[in-house]
């Protein structure tokens, strides 16, 4: 197993870079340069996308549960939650 990334694809660096961001960006959190990196992330790489639209489903739910303000590990929760549930 020894894949070299293709030159136009999405790099794993990319995606570990975007994913980390990803709360941030969708509190508005970043400087637009970084969001503006990740918004080509994500046109770039489906499975970014993927964890992007769970991500905002989670963030969605726990809204309509919990207010505001939810705790990490709840997030994560709903997230193992309708990962496992797709499959
Ligand atoms: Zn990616």
Redesign the pocket.
């Known amino acids: 197993m020894s894949t070299t990334p293709a030159g136009d694809g999405?790099s794993q660096d990319?995606?570990e870079q975007?994913l980390e961001q990803l709360h941030q960006f969708l509190d508005h959190e970043l400087p637009s340069a970084d969001s503006d990196h990740i918004r080509d992330?994500l046109h770039l790489?489906e499975?970014?996308l993927d964890t992007y639209d769970l991500t905002q489903q989670v963030k969605d739910l726990v809204h309509k549960h919990c207010g505001s303000a939810a705790p990490d590990d709840l997030r994560t929760k709903v997230l193992r939650t309708l990962r496992t549930s797709d499959s």
Do not use: E
């Open positions: 999405p990319d995606c975007a992330h790489c499975q970014c």
